[in-house]
DNA sequence: TTTTATCTACGAAATTTTTCGTAATTAAAT
DNA sequence: ATTTAATTACGAAAAATTTCGTAGATAAAA
């Protein structure tokens, strides 16, 4: 499937993935905190997404029910794809530099990737 | 400096950061290879960015040379900052992990990341 | 010199994404 | 029972991005 969600889907897909299926409602009351937007701006953006397949619903109550239906590791791999293809001339290796680079990582994620390396490493 | 490119100046930016100051020809011969597109779609693309401070641009010869007016480093870091935070909900961990799962890395890359890994654990 | 090709500038069309207003419906509150 | 509030559907406006056509200028070729 060919997955690109916009920037303002990935905001509500990231909601879904962490919180589970939700109504508009609750999309938008998180929303809110981040960004002005009206009500039926969120409504219409998880309606577009539903039909593009993006999300499923439940109709059952009035409030229909929305969930994720693409996963979240696919859909992270298709964007990073595209991600270090744009914005890294394809080098997954520089950007995990500057990824470490900049941002703060505790020990125990520092030693999970060390770990995977080593296994890297082993199967090469 | 708040920088955003969007795709298709990025695609403009990475040429350039890579060859260096060039005509909208070359430029545009290099994204043809790729995509389909007018000649003056690029020209237009390059000279939007020039407004907006993202390139420079001699006009000593007829054919203008553009280059790029932002650091590669800087802009890198910034699209990653944002990426992080939208696609990775804010886990550059997390990113890391999958970057190195999904794409090809060298045994030499490897070892540059392994040493990074070592510093930022000295540091800290 | 005349023609042909190439380049810039510019406006505007086309596309994509985001935002909102309105009407109709249903549920809840009074 | 009536009113009030919340919800969906829908179209369309607004904004951002990308694409292109045309006119005018300059250089190169014939």
Do not use: C
């Amino acid at each position: 499937m060919n997955l690109k969600p916009t920037d303002s889907e990935l905001e509500i897909l990231n909601y879904l993935w962490s919180e589970g299926p939700s109504t508009v409602r609750q999309v938008h009351e998180y929303l809110a905190t981040t960004k002005e937007a009206g009500y039926t701006t969120t409504l219409k953006l998880m309606q577009i997404m539903h039909e593009k397949g993006l999300l499923e619903r439940s109709e059952e109550s009035r409030s229909h029910v929305y969930a994720a239906k693409v996963s979240e590791t696919e859909t992270r791999r298709g964007l990073l794809d595209r991600f270090v293809e744009t914005a890294f001339g394809g080098s997954a290796a520089r950007l995990v530099m500057q990824a470490l680079g900049n941002h703060q990582a505790s020990a125990e994620e520092l030693d999970e990737i060390r770990n995977l390396l080593n296994n890297l490493e082993k199967d090469r």
